[in-house]
């Protein structure tokens, strides 16, 4: 059952990460180059997420298949973080799992805070 979930996740993630891309596809080539951070971000965000998800507790998973836009959530927590490295950003990653872990809930996606407790 677990590694079904971690499967669900998995496809959460990439189904997001799919509905991104075709999102960007209708952009002009001008605010594709404009938008190039992001991509660039949201990609990171999703090889870490979906390799996370290997060891991730089972928990953890569950309360991350039911919330809403993780990538794009993720990406919001990234931007407030000073460095660009990619181990500052799976430090980041890493803090907010953690946050989510222990509150639970709905995240906000423009300010990246959990809004509702679900337990």
């Known amino acids: 059952m677990c590694e079904n979930e971690?499967?669900?996740?998995?496809?959460?993630?990439?189904?997001?990460?799919?509905?991104?891309?075709?999102?960007?596809m209708y952009l002009s080539m001008e605010e594709i180059y404009h938008s190039a951070f992001e991509i660039d971000a949201m990609l990171r965000i999703y090889e870490l997420m979906v390799e996370k998800a290997e060891t991730m507790d089972l928990c953890l998973v569950r309360k991350l298949i039911y919330l809403p836009e993780l990538?794009?959530?993720?990406?919001?927590?990234?931007?407030?973080?000073?460095?660009?490295?990619?181990?500052?950003?799976?430090?980041?990653?890493?803090?907010?799992?953690?946050?989510?872990?222990?509150?639970?809930?709905?995240?906000?996606?423009?300010t990246g805070i959990i809004e509702r407790d679900f337990s």
């Open 71 to 110: 990538l794009k959530c993720f990406y919001q927590v990234w931007l407030r973080t000073e460095d660009s490295s990619t181990e500052e950003l799976e430090a980041a990653l890493e803090t907010y799992l953690a946050q989510i872990g222990k509150k639970g809930g709905d995240v906000n996606e423009k």
């Open 6 to 24: 971690r499967q669900m996740f998995c496809k959460k993630l990439t189904d997001e990460l799919k509905l991104f891309k075709l999102e960007k």
